[in-house]
């Protein structure tokens, strides 16, 4: 995690047991998922599976009726909200992340997404430019705190669960691994926790320790108990220095990096993109040269495929497209943030790498599950 901000999060006293209102996450209005609640983890997501030659077909999406297994997810900086933090009323931005990055997930797990009065793009934005303007971590973190004590009390009935984050969200579990399952029998029902999109540091060449002390690596699709963490980058592109991602700020530490699908003995990737991004990301080539794609997803089996980089003192997740002249899908999949119109290099592809690997994800959860049962 960046020193930086944990810095600041110790300055606003993340420390203290009281948070101001804690919002009531026994109301399921505080919620963007869960079972029972028809939110944007109940969205269409059907999607066009495109072979390298042209060729398509539907696959028609379908949640299990009765998963083993719950997921717990804490989305990324997308609140549009004015002010620092934002408030308990889900906005476009916040819906659309959950039903994007999480509601897939539905395949294999039951869904849990609180609300949380998350720091918002503007409070980040005035942060990244050297000024605080109120952004209070610490209230965050609380509410995502107190919606997992819900979930447990309430829903988990001793269920095994994973731990899902993306960039801010990421962030708001790592305490909460550290506070609320580590040491705890929470930790035997942990199958893994996905961390994705911010800098998880670990000893250098060390498989444990550091940002999560008490999680190991995974290194298998049969391992629980374990961390997924990547920040990803498009073939030959290098986090810059000084940047926001793949550059560890502890001494003698390095960017933790897990390829997902090398831990399910795979070379490719498997992804579900959106079939048109939206927002500050850059859109790329069509999906498919010539042909109408009746979904609003797409799936490109054998297009990408991804290697954990340490190069330059940045490690890093670096994603490849295999653009061949004879394959009429993408040759340049986009995904950066852009400014200005320009795509920024400090970010990678942040906006779009739960996408690139979201097929992976899945189905490491999947085979996760299945080893915890046969433990």
Request: proline share 7%.
């Amino acid at each position: 995690m960046n020193r930086n901000l944990l810095a600041a999060i110790a300055a606003l006293g993340l420390s203290s047991p009281a948070f101001a209102q804690t919002p009531d996450y026994g109301d399921a209005a505080n919620w963007l998922c869960r079972p029972g609640v028809e939110g944007p983890c109940a969205a269409n997501l059907d999607t066009t599976v495109i072979e390298a030659d042209g060729s398509t077909r539907r696959e028609d999406f379908v949640a299990a009726e009765d998963p083993g297994v719950d997921c717990f997810y804490v989305y990324p900086t997308v609140s549009t909200d004015s002010t620092p933090n934002s408030d308990m009323q889900a906005d476009p931005a916040e819906r659309t992340v959950a039903e994007r990055q999480f509601a897939r997930f539905g395949e294999v797990c039951r869904l849990y997404a609180p609300l949380y009065r998350q720091v918002t793009l503007a409070g980040l934005r005035a942060q990244l430019s050297g000024s605080n303007a109120g952004t209070d971590w610490a209230m965050a973190m609380g509410d995502v705190g107190a919606a997992f004590r819900q979930y447990i009390e309430n829903d988990n009935d001793g269920r095994p669960f994973v731990l899902i984050g993306h960039s801010q969200g990421s962030i708001m579990l790592e305490p909460l691994i550290a506070r609320a399952v580590a040491g705890t029998p929470l930790a035997d029902q942990l199958l893994s926790a996905i961390l994705v999109g911010t800098n998880v540091e670990r000893p250098t060449g060390e498989p444990s320790g550091g940002d999560l002390a008490s999680l190991p690596r995974c290194e298998s699709a049969q391992d629980t108990g374990c961390a997924i963490s990547y920040v990803t980058f498009l073939e030959g592109a290098t986090p810059p220095e000084g940047g926001l991602f793949g550059r560890a700020e502890g001494e003698g530490m390095q960017v933790g990096c897990t390829d997902p699908a090398a831990l399910l003995g795979r070379d490719e990737l498997m992804p579900y993109f959106p079939v048109e991004y939206g927002g500050s990301a850059r859109q790329g080539d069509p999906w498919l040269a010539d042909g109408e794609i009746g979904t609003g997803w797409v799936s490109t089996p054998g297009l990408l495929s991804a290697e954990c980089i340490d190069r330059d003192g940045a490690q890093f997740l670096s994603l490849k497209v295999h653009a061949e002249p004879e394959d009429p899908r993408a040759d340049d999949i986009g995904g950066e943030l852009t400014v200005m119109g320009n795509p920024s290099p400090q970010w990678g592809l942040h906006l779009i790498e739960m996408y690139a690997t979201q097929g992976d994800l899945i189905e490491l959860v999947r085979q996760q599950a299945a080893a915890h049962m046969t433990d």
